[in-house]
């Protein structure tokens, strides 16, 4: 039947199949005489229907071949294409047509995966230059055309990425110099909108251009001569247009990651800057301080000092005393970030260090409520380094809350860590300045009000030094109802000890 269409090939079979059948009907009525016996005409309709009933089957079956036939050759087109017969003669032209289409549906696959290999190898943490060479090459390795070149015509960065052309080999200087060629070249490019890529021709013959441009701040174009060749089809101005998205993504990373490497060593700089500044006043404050205490000391144990005098005496040798601590945050805070902390591992009475502390707070308008929950313990940690945790912390609590509320510190074990829960019944914390109460040098507003001399280093420091002792510091914050800093420390129960009581308040 060949390429007859298949309605008509249905009707036909309709005929084939319905034609016999009436035949034999009607010749069966012409044999018949008139007047018959019944016998005889039930006898030649059943022969006519059984007749009709094979030959309807016969044609549906050889019908039903032929279609499976055609599905079969209908698959097999959408496979491979039109299968070619011996006897066509446009047999040999279709078969070519079909090698080409092939052979360049795989030289587009081909590029499409050297594309995406490119993609994955740009050095877009090396310096933009060298990721414009990069950028030449794989253009060139995609199209399997070397005379691609990049003109770099603007430049956020022109000290990393320099105005010039880029022809993929490894610069030790500058690039070459622009031309009139590619200025031209770059306005082209510029004109071709939502296309990127475009075949044009100027005074210096025909070119290809794709549109390279990350953001307002570089302006660049790749070209290749295109004199003498075919005009490129849509689908390799599509390629292109990939490519020239690749170029431009990988140029815009390479400068963003330039521009936030050179912030990050700016702001190394600047903090080391910080780090040395704060050990050099650290140190130079230690000797003066220092001799204010001694000296206050010796002139309060004189004969025939007044009332008054005392009072300033031991007033100056409190403050001086308080600002020698602040001075050891700053130190501390430098070794910190210098990693050169390395706090003693003894066997230290939490009770005793938070009663001395305490004592050398001297905060007469409160009133401290200590407490020790369970069997006595000892805390594994540096003695000095846990008085300076625990100093910043009772300072915190005395600081920020309103004068006669109690400071309550508890003291409690639990399997091999033990913890000291200072809590205040101060203004408290919102979540978000509790979130950010042990960062370094962060002062929300209402410590500012409450307390206008405070450095904002405590708490950093605090916890610095917890993590150095193996220990923790978090905290706990109500706004309008107070707040607890809970430090957590490895610790030894001693079961031969006394059964440590709550202690009175003191």
Known sequence: MGQTALPLRVFLALLVAAIPPAVALLVALAILPPGAPSSDIVL?????????????ASVAVIFVRLLRTEVTTLLDLAERGEPMSAGDPGAGERDAAQRRLATALEERNRQVAELAAQASLAPIGDEPRRVAEHVVRASRSVTRDPTWSLAVLESALPGLLPRGVYDGEELEGSPSEVTDLHNWAAVSAAELADQRAARVEGPWGAFVVVAVAADDQLRAVLLAPWEGRPQPTPAEVALL??????ASVSIEHALLYAQVRAQADELDRMAEVQRDFLRAVSHDLQTPLTSIRAVANELRAQPGLDQQGAADLELIEQQAERLRRMVAQL??????EAGVIEPR???????????????????????LELAVDGPPMLLVADPDRLEQVVWAVLDNAVKYSPAGTPVSVRISLDGQRAAISVTDEGAGMDSATAHRAFDQFFRSEAARRLAPDGSGIGLYAARGLMQAMGGSATLESTLGQGTTVRLELPAEPIEEARTAEPSPSV
């Open 331 to 336: 130190l501390v805070v430098s070794r910190l």
């Open 345 to 367: 591992q003894e066997l230290v009475n939490a009770r005793g260090v938070v009663e001395r502390t305490w004592d050398a707070i001297r905060a007469p308008d409160r009133r």
């Open 44 to 56: 030649a309709g059943g022969a006519v229907i059984l007749f009709s009933v094979g030959w309807i």
């Open 241 to 246: 247009a990939v490519v020239g998205e690749h």
